[in-house]
């Protein structure tokens, strides 16, 4: 229940590199950069609901720790999310190029810290409970 509340964006560090090896044009990188995600995070057991809205998009996605699922933010994703201690972490392969995108979250202090890696480049974009 850790992760459990509102979440706002309050900055990044390396976001936009990160989106550029995504593939991510130079305008969506831009944009995304200063999209103003909040995010809201309610754990029932071992299931989460996840609600993410910025000022491009608003999408709620479910999933169950363990059970691969299917998830469209700058590209498809396939995978699943466990927790490891504290730590939520997330395993998707691209489906458009099989390629792995790694993500964890964590909390710390007063923040939700989400970090990145994809092709060894790391991001990470931290949030504040809103």
């Known amino acids: 229940m850790t992760f459990d509340g509102t979440w706002k964006i309050?900055?990044?560090?390396?976001y936009e590199k990160f989106m550029e090896k995504l593939g991510i044009n130079m305008v969506k990188r831009?944009?995304?950069a200063h999209d103003n995600l909040k995010i809201t995070i309610a754990q029932d057991g071992n299931t989460f609901h996840v609600k993410?809205?910025?000022s491009f998009?608003?999408?709620e996605i479910d999933f169950t720790l363990g059970v691969t699922f299917e998830y469209n933010s700058c590209c498809p994703l396939q995978g699943s999310w466990t927790l490891e201690g504290d730590m939520l972490?997330?395993?998707f392969?691209?489906?458009d190029n099989g390629k792995q995108l790694t993500t964890t979250r964590i909390i710390e202090g007063n923040e939700l810290v989400?970090?990145?890696n994809y092709e060894g480049v790391d991001a990470k974009r931290i949030f504040k409970r809103s």
């Open 89 to 91: 972490k997330g395993v």
């Open 52 to 54: 993410e809205s910025s």
């Open 93 to 95: 392969t691209r489906k």
């Open 57 to 59: 998009r608003n999408l």
């Open 114 to 116: 989400q970090n990145y």
């Open 30 to 32: 831009k944009l995304a």
């Open 10 to 14: 309050d900055r990044n560090d390396n």
